[in-house]
């Protein structure tokens, strides 16, 4: 089981930006695709970004050209950029976390993102 610790959300105006954080432990974070997704009141929790193991990325059509999904294995970190962000982009995000090969995934405890003028 990996443990994912979420970092950096918090109040920000439309356009303005935010760097969520995501520190994983338990298992050799190299070998991790990891993801964010987010949920927001009433709705599903769907995918935002992912990026595999050997650096792959894709993204939801909705945050296409304004978030990008990094990371870091010497920190055993992954990094979401949020910028140009917009009232709908309102969430709670979590960090998710599954060994390349398979498997369960684990995840993080979510952090609040709240954009508002």
């Known amino acids: 089981q990996v443990q994912l610790v979420e970092s950096g959300g918090g109040l920000v105006q439309p356009g303005g930006s935010l760097r969520l954080s995501c520190a994983a432990s338990?298992?050799?974070?190299?070998?991790?695709?990891m993801g964010w997704y987010r949920q927001a009141p009433g709705k599903q929790r769907e995918l935002v970004a992912r990026?595999?193991?050997?650096?792959?990325?894709n993204y939801a059509d909705s945050v296409k050209g304004r978030f990008a999904i990094s990371r870091e294995n010497a920190k055993n970190t992954v990094y979401l950029h949020l910028n140009s962000l917009k009232p709908e982009d309102t969430a709670v995000y979590y960090c998710?976390?599954?060994?390349?090969?398979?498997?369960?995934?684990?995840w993080g405890q979510g952090t609040q993102v709240t954009v508002s003028s």
């Open positions: 998710s976390a599954r060994p390349t090969w398979g498997g369960s995934v684990s």
């Open positions: 338990g298992m050799t974070f190299s070998i991790l695709d």
């Open positions: 990026i595999t193991s050997s650096k792959i990325t």
